[in-house]
């Protein structure tokens, strides 16, 4: 029974988990990234940095349209010269 979906914070491999308890090892097969749950974080070994599991967490239900809204307003300046 998978209990939580992460992505892998280096590589975002997709880290299924059917355990999750303080202290315990998640490895990432693919870039060998090593992470420790700690309390509702994840700290990765390597480089000793803090994710939140809340931030690593791959909902597949949630599907995060990536919608790259390039706003054209750049180009529309509105020049209000008050003279
Ligand atoms: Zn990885």
Redesign the pocket.
Known sequence: MVVKVIR?P??G?VLELTDMFEGMEIH?E??G?VLIVKDDELLALDTNEVYSIDSLAFEEEEEEEELEEFEEDYYDYDYDYEE
């Open positions: 892998c280096s590589c491999e990432c693919l870039c990234l």
